[in-house]
């Protein structure tokens, strides 16, 4: 194996026995357990699992939006334990595009501008570059016409194809996507899936958290969570089988009491 193809078969996360606790008062809650998980480079990956299951928490972690209680965790080879706070804003600044359900753009900021912000905190990069950049990832994404529009001049799906335009602008090792139809109706649902699954034939690695079956299974893979753990299809399929049983045995009591 080449050093080119040793560097493409490595993980660019690395997750080992990843568990997350948060103290609420005097209660621990454990959202995650145990998490073993790789994504590697131009891999497009799904996240599904019910509301509550550790999802949302899971892409934080890998986002370095936030820290592992328990367990390993390596990003592009190196390990985020005891990383500052500055390091960590750097990485994510350089390395990871954030794409949320809610289309977070600034109303007073043009499209453009919106799309140039977080090239700003890059060291030693020029307006004119970040200019340039803004608009080739506009173009990518099919909104350079808007450039100079604000955001509420477009509609739910431009504005999350903004998003979108701006995560890519830092040219990121990988694009993290938390429900990133959430927001939208069908159409521009699909609109914004069909884009990100473009972005992936090009090259682009993606981690995408989603509850819809419809969009999950654009991805190269899925990783089924389910009450902070991984788990397998057909446990999965078991659980939500139970889960629907139970629910329509609670529906049937009700009805005749």
């Known amino acids: ?3 080119v193809q040793s560097a493409l078969a490595s993980p660019l996360i690395e997750m080992r026995g990843i568990g997350k606790v948060f103290d609420i008062g005097t209660m621990e809650v454990h959202v995650l357990t145990n998490i073993h998980l790789d994504v590697r480079r131009g891999e497009f990956v799904s996240i599904a699992g019910p509301s509550g299951c550790g999802k949302t928490t899971l892409l934080s972690l890998m986002g370095v939006l936030d820290a592992p209680t328990s367990g390993s965790f390596r990003f592009l080879g ?12 750097r990485l994510r600044n350089q390395h990871i595009g954030f794409v949320f359900q809610a289309f977070n753009l600034i109303s007073d900021m043009t499209v453009a501008e919106n799309v140039e912000l977080p090239l700003s905190f890059r060291d030693g990069m020029s307006h004119r570059e970040r200019t340039e950049r803004a608009a080739s990832a506009l173009a990518d994404v099919g909104m350079a016409h808007r450039m100079h ?18 995560a890519l602008a830092g040219e990121p090792s990988i694009l993290l996507a938390d429900e990133p139809t959430g927001n939208l109706d069908v159409r521009n649902g699909e609109i914004v899936m069909a884009l990100l699954s473009r972005l992936h034939a090009s090259g682009r690695t993606i981690c995408m958290v989603t509850h819809d079956e419809r969009f999950s299974s654009v991805a190269d893979r899925t990783v089924r969570l389910l009450d902070g753990c991984v788990i397998d299809e057909t446990t999965f399929r078991q659980r939500q089988r139970e889960a629907e049983a139970g629910l329509d045995e609670r529906r049937s009591t009700e009805s005749f009491p």
């Open 149 to 166: 529009h604000y955001p509420d001049q477009l509609s739910g799906g431009q504005q999350q194809r903004v998003a979108v335009a701006r």
């Open 78 to 89: 190196q390990s985020m334990s005891g990383l500052g706070r500055r390091a960590r804003a």
């Open 1 to 3: 194996m080449t050093t």
